[in-house]
């Protein structure tokens, strides 16, 4: 029988105390945070680092200050819109904001995309295509788009009860893509005029709930990355558009004696503070856990938070330290906020990477009828499901 909505309005009714007291538990102790926030960003940075005391992990430690009286956060109109201090008064103003900021500057980004092994196919088969849009903003020169692809076999894929089928087809996906922005670090020319791209976080500690080697693959990959851009001073920057990290609530337990909360997350604290364009000042990552095998790049992870959308929450940004010290921070972030405009909203390197990259069903439908073709040549038994002999009769 279908689910009763009479049913549910009344459970809902029943249990309504129950969301009361939750939501009015979240917001006080979200107001707390905001309050604390405010007051540790007030604090000169010297003090803020003593509020944290000589312990670690603490989540994230201050490497700069905010404005006065800005509730930690830095507007953008306020100290890095040079030389435009005003707000854009049309699309126009921001369109030649953009083309100031942009003008030969090569942005480089890698996406994904995979077919992974299923009950379509009675061996274990997956292919993974990697795609990148390189984009100089010049009117001399073209921008290139390309892919890469790759096939697991059985062999590939073979048994290991710690890592499903899945897994190591995403790691080698992971893998494809870091392995490619490493080689273009390499080959860069103009490293000064370069701002290269990771599509997610630099910190993984999404492996965490992974076993020992599949920990290793993912920390292996992007020590790779965060040394090349180090040694080739070539600017990286982990783009996460929808980040639940809590190192700067982590932080404020820390240091401002709060209760410890992983139900109040950094992008939730600070989205009502922030306009378009706004950014938190830049702090290290000391979370802890995977970092911790991280090697020499263990503290040389930085993030800050960068508001993008006019609503909704900010999005999270993570490079490495070199780029802070250098003193160019400014400069790079206004090339994140131009891709971001261009985009409408998301970085458009990353958006084009990701169409260039994406497998569509036609895509799978192809891999298939080759696949088939090629087992039936070699003599190897290969059989498709009868739903996809049907779908392909029918195609």
């Keep these: 029988m279908p689910v009763s909505p009479a049913h549910i309005k009344a459970l809902l009714d029943q249990k ?6 939750f939501n009015k538990a979240k917001f006080e102790l979200l107001a707390a ?8 960003s007030a604090l000169p940075l010297a003090d803020q680092q003593q509020c944290l005391g000589g312990s670690t992990p603490v ?9 006065r009286g800005k509730k930690g956060v830095i507007p953008f109109f306020f100290a890095e819109s040079a030389p435009a201090q005003e707000r854009w008064s049309n699309r126009e103003a921001s369109a030649q904001w953009v083309q100031a900021v942009l003008s030969e500057i090569t ?21 993974i295509q990697i795609g990148w849009f390189e984009n100089p903003h010049s009117k001399t020169r073209p921008y290139q788009k390309d892919v890469r692809v790759d096939l697991l076999t059985p062999k590939d894929l073979g048994p290991n009860p710690a ?19 490493v080689e273009y670090i390499y080959a860069c020319q103009e490293p000064e005029r370069t701002l ?26 992007m020590l790779a990355l965060l040394r090349a851009s180090e040694e080739r001073r070539v600017p990286l920057v982990g783009y996460v558009d929808t980040s639940y990290a809590h190192d700067l609530t982590t932080m404020l337990h820390h240091g401002c004696g709060l209760e410890a909360t992983e139900g109040i997350h950094d992008a939730q604290l600070l989205a009502r503070l922030m306009e378009w364009g706004d950014r938190i000042p830049l702090f290290r990552c000391d979370r802890g ?12 992870i930085a993030f800050t938070y960068l508001k993008t959308t006019r609503d909704g929450y900010p999005v999270r940004l993570e490079m490495p330290l070199w ?42 439908q192809i891999f298939f009828r080759v696949l088939q073709d090629w087992a039936e040549k070699e003599d190897i038994n290969l059989r498709l499901s009868r739903k996809m002999v049907s779908k392909q009769r029918r195609r």
């Design 16 to 21: 309504r105390e129950a969301f009361s007291t």
């Design 33 to 40: 945070y905001h309050r604390a926030w405010a007051e540790f």
């Design 59 to 67: 989540g994230a430690l201050p490497l700069e200050e905010a404005p």
């Design 107 to 127: 942005t480089f980004a890698v996406d994904g995309s995979q077919i992974t092994p299923g009950k379509d196919l009675s061996i274990p088969l997956a292919l």
């Design 163 to 181: 890592q499903p089928l899945e897994r190591r087809v995403n790691i080698r996906r992971f893998q494809m893509e870091a392995e490619r922005l």
């Design 196 to 221: 290269v791209f990771f599509d997610g976080a630099l910190v993984v500690t999404f492996a965490e709930a992974f076993d020992p080697d599949s920990q290793k693959a993912y920390v292996q990959a």
């Design 289 to 300: 856990g995977i970092l911790d095998h991280y090697d020499e790049q263990r503290n040389q």
């Design 323 to 364: 780029m802070w010290e250098s003193g160019h921070m400014t400069r790079y972030l206004n090339c994140v906020r131009g891709e971001v405009i261009i985009g409408g909203g998301y970085p458009y390197g990353i958006e084009t990477a990701d169409q260039t990259a994406v497998l569509q069903g036609a895509d799978k």
